[in-house]
């Protein structure tokens, strides 16, 4: 099992991407103080990011607005 630390990294960026030879997943890659991690996401794990990112920007919005 993976030993989690008690507090989380900030990421300071972030790309996506689906590679030419595996267009079925999409790479996602976080930047943090400790160096970047990739992780290949199915279809639907993507999907399930995009929707979180877009709920997360509107409630960012209306706070700000």
Same mark, same amino acid.
């Given at each position: %099992? #993976? $030993?989690?630390?008690?507090?989380? !990294?900030?990421?300071?960026? =972030?790309?996506?991407?689906? &590679? /030419?030879?595996? &267009? !079925?997943? %999409?790479?996602?890659? @976080?930047? #943090?103080? *400790?160096?970047?991690? !990739? =992780?290949? @996401? #199915?279809? +639907? +794990?993507? @999907?399930?990011?995009? $929707?979180?990112?877009? /709920?997360?920007?509107?409630? @960012?919005?209306? *706070?700000?607005?």
């Amino acid at each position: %099992m #993976t $030993k989690r630390s008690t507090s989380a !990294d900030f990421v300071t960026a =972030f790309a996506a991407g689906w &590679p /030419e030879n595996q &267009p !079925d997943i %999409m790479v996602l890659s @976080l930047t #943090t103080h *400790r160096g970047v991690q !990739d =992780f290949a @996401l #199915t279809e +639907q +794990q993507a @999907l399930l990011v995009a $929707k979180t990112i877009k /709920e997360t920007a509107a409630k @960012l919005a209306k *706070r700000s607005g």
